[in-house]
Each structure stands twice: as structure tokens, then as C-alpha cells.
């Protein structure tokens, strides 16, 4: 009996170990079950939802995390894109003439956006009004507005920084000829546009040479020189001076027939550079497509800011004339005054201009009586003198010309009293 009771005693010891190491086990099962899901928990991810777990962490590993994995915070302008983003910042550059807004949006290297069709807001007391750059030019533009202060606000477009604050401007309600600063923001290189669309000037004046040849033109009353181009294309300028040309007139540049653009010709510089070095007398011409003053007087700053005044021994000329583009159809006086706001305005920076136009449109399209103080460069060919009774300061008497350093004609100019 004592030998029964031990056994007995033995056995319920022998289950109570193997009890407990059951229940010790399923401690450990339960606690790894409960560690591996909590990660979902730590990676933003739900409990239920614990697929990719592993393809998750790899990224976590490579420093790319989830969207909402960090805690909100408040947003700055440094904070709207990641550290590492290419978006560049905008600024917005104002200005105005004539009861007109213009709204220049840049980089911050002063360079304009172009095709992005950025929206501003440009608030005037309370009325509030939206203005898109539908030409997609970095430049907006705002016409016909009241005399005033106004607030203009770059609304946000994707993929940029907009400026954290809104700028002022005060609108003119009377134009005034003066330069203005903004204008290398907006001034193109033949690179940016289509030439072959926008450089369409016609002086509609055409020259067989024959009288060239001749020697029948009457040069008598001045000085031979010559007005050149991107067309001329490179010009030996030691060669033409020493051929006995005395000056030369240089197209600066020209406003686009089709898009108003404003463009330098891509031969100035070197041929202002190369004039220059030679020795020449130097004047500079502007083919203007201006609609009003307020072009007009950008056309003029935008020659003020591309040729020192010191440069000019010559004036500057606005070259007015067919292009089959924006300006042809317009009226005679607002064409007149269009002339007049450009040679104002460079006038009073210290440029003396003149205007620059063939006999049928100093005759028909231009108010020429209105512009008898200032120079006038006529262009007439095929005749032994001019025809035209207006007053006249220079003659472009042929556009058959040859000059050594020069390939292919050349015009041909009488300087006569400028």
C-alpha cells in the first residue's frame, strides 16, 4: 500500500512538469505572434494588413519612407517639396507704362518661364481679378486699367515655388517716355522663335541696279554708307572700311510680325563690335510691329539697353514698313504717335532717333508732317534722286550694292545732313 501511494504521488508530479512545460511553450508562441504584429504598427501599416511587410522594410533601409509614416507638420515655402526636388522658385517681376499691368514671371536668375500657363490675381480694393498667360511667355498682361495702386498675387501651378508674398504695383493713368528696367527679361534671341515667321519686314521697294551701274545716281550732296544685318551674315569690317565707307546703320533687333515677340538680331553684337574696331560711324535701326505707345516705348528700351549712347555717332532709326504681320493694318495716327512715343523715349534717355520708311508710306501711312523736327532716312530706289517732297536727312538709294568684305549686295545709304 505505501509502495501504491508513492507511484500515485510520482505520476501527478510527472504531469504537473509536463503541464507546465506546455504552458511555458505556448507563453513563447504567444509573445512572437504578438511581436510580429506589431510591425505593421511601427510601419504605418494596419494589423490586418501585414503583406509587404518584408518589400517595406527594404525601402525603410534605403531611406524612402510612405506617405504619412512621419508626424504633420507646418508648412513653409522650404517645405513644399522634398529636400532633394529640381523645383525651381518663381519670383514675379512688375511694371507699368500705361494704365497697363505687366506681370513677369522668372527664375531666380532673372530668366522668364516659358510655356507654363501661370494665373495672377490682380486685386484693386476689392474687386479681384484673374489674368492667365495664355500665350504661355512668362509675361502677363493686364490692359486698359484704372490710375492706381494694385496687388498682384501668383496663384500656385505644379511642379513650382511660387513667392510667398504678393507684390504692389501703381498703374499710370498718362504714359510717360521714359525707359523702363524690365526689358532684358523680355528681350529673345532667334533661338527662342520661329525667324522665318517673325522677321518678315518689306520695304516694297525693288532695285535692278541698273542706275548703280550706271553711275547715273546723283551722290553729290553727302557721305556713302551702309545699313546691315543678320542677312549681310559675317562682314569683314577692316575690308569695308578700307573700300572708303564711312559709317555703317546696324539692325539692333526687331519686334516679331506674328507674336509682338522682342528680338535682338543674332549678327548686332559682332557687327556693332567689328564697326566699331574698323572705325566706322555707327548708327543702329529697330524693325517695330508696336500696336501702341506702350510697345513703342518698350521698342526704345530695349535699344538703350542693348547699345550705349556713347557707341553712336549716328541716330537711331525705327524702321517703319510692311511685314504682312500685327501692324500693318493700323491707323495712320496711331501709327504717327507710335513713332513719336519711340524717339521720345530715347530722346530723353540722351539718344538722338529719327524715323526710317520708303516714299508711299511716308506719303500714306505715316502722318510725316508730325515728324518733321526729328531725322528722316528715306528709302527710294531706281531713281537718279529722290522723288519724295518731304524733308529728308539720308537716302537709301539702292539695295544692289557691292562692298569689298561684304558677300552679296549690299544697301546703300547717302548720309545728307544727319
Do not use: C
Not at 70 to 98: G, I, K, M, Q
Not at 284 to 298: D, G, I, K, P, S
Not at 310 to 324: M, R, Y
Not at 377 to 388: C, E, F, G, I, S
Amino acid at each position: 500500500m505505501g509502495f501504491k501511494k508513492f507511484s500515485i504521488i510520482a505520476v501527478a508530479a510527472a504531469i504537473l512538469v509536463v503541464t507546465a512545460f506546455f504552458v511555458l511553450l505556448l507563453k513563447v508562441f504567444d509573445n512572437a505572434e504578438h511581436e510580429e504584429a506589431a510591425v505593421p504598427a511601427v510601419t504605418g501599416e494596419s494589423p490586418e494588413d501585414t503583406e509587404g511587410t518584408e518589400a517595406y522594410s527594404g525601402l525603410v533601409e534605403a531611406g524612402i519612407e510612405k506617405a504619412g509614416s512621419a508626424e504633420p507638420e507646418t508648412e513653409t515655402r522650404e517645405d513644399r517639396v522634398p529636400d532633394d526636388s529640381d523645383w525651381p522658385y518663381l519670383e514675379v517681376l512688375l511694371s507699368s507704362v500705361n494704365r497697363d499691368i505687366k506681370v513677369m514671371i522668372t527664375d531666380r536668375k532673372g530668366n522668364l518661364i516659358s510655356g507654363v500657363p501661370f494665373r495672377a490675381e490682380i486685386t484693386r480694393g476689392e474687386r479681384v481679378t484673374e489674368y492667365q498667360d495664355s500665350d504661355r511667355d512668362g509675361v502677363i498682361t493686364a490692359a486698359e486699367l484704372p490710375g492706381g495702386k494694385y496687388t498682384v498675387h501668383l496663384l500656385p501651378e505644379p511642379g513650382f515655388i511660387s513667392p510667398e508674398n504678393d507684390s504692389t504695383v501703381t498703374v499710370r493713368s498718362d504714359i510717360s517716355y521714359t525707359t523702363v528696367d524690365y526689358i532684358r527679361t523680355i528681350i529673345k534671341t532667334e533661338d527662342e522663335i520661329d525667324a522665318e515667321a517673325e522677321d518678315t519686314a518689306d520695304i516694297e521697294e525693288e532695285d535692278d541696279g541698273e542706275l548703280l551701274e550706271s553711275g547715273e545716281i546723283d551722290l553729290k550732296s553727302g557721305t556713302i554708307g551702309i545699313d546691315v544685318s543678320k542677312y549681310n551674315k559675317d562682314i569683314d569690317w577692316k575690308k569695308v572700311k578700307a573700300s572708303g565707307i564711312e559709317y555703317a546703320v546696324i539692325r539692333l533687333g526687331y519686334r516679331g510680325s506674328g507674336t509682338g515677340a522682342l528680338i535682338e538680331d543674332p549678327y548686332f553684337e559682332r557687327n556693332l563690335k567689328g564697326a566699331k574696331e574698323a572705325g566706322l560711324k555707327i548708327g543702329v535701326y529697330f524693325f517695330t510691329q508696336a500696336l501702341n505707345e506702350t510697345e513703342a516705348v518698350e521698342e526704345a528700351s530695349m535699344v538703350q539697353s542693348l547699345v550705349s549712347r556713347d557707341d553712336l555717332s549716328l541716330p537711331v532709326f525705327l524702321d517703319v514698313e510692311s511685314a504682312g504681320g500685327r501692324a500693318d493694318v493700323m491707323d495712320k495716327d496711331v501709327r504717327t504717335a507710335n513713332i513719336r512715343a519711340f524717339i521720345e523715349t530715347l530722346e530723353n534717355a540722351g539718344y538722338p532717333a529719327g524715323v526710317y520708311a520708303n516714299k508711299k508710306w511716308l506719303t500714306s501711312y505715316i502722318n510725316a508732317e508730325e515728324l518733321s523736327g526729328y531725322p528722316v532716312w528715306l528709302a527710294q530706289y531706281k531713281v537718279k534722286r529722290p522723288t519724295y517732297e518731304g524733308k529728308y536727312d539720308a537716302w537709301q538709294y539702292s539695295s544692289r550694292g557691292h562692298v569689298d568684305g561684304i558677300e552679296g549686295y549690299v544697301d546703300l545709304d547717302l548720309n545728307i545732313s544727319l
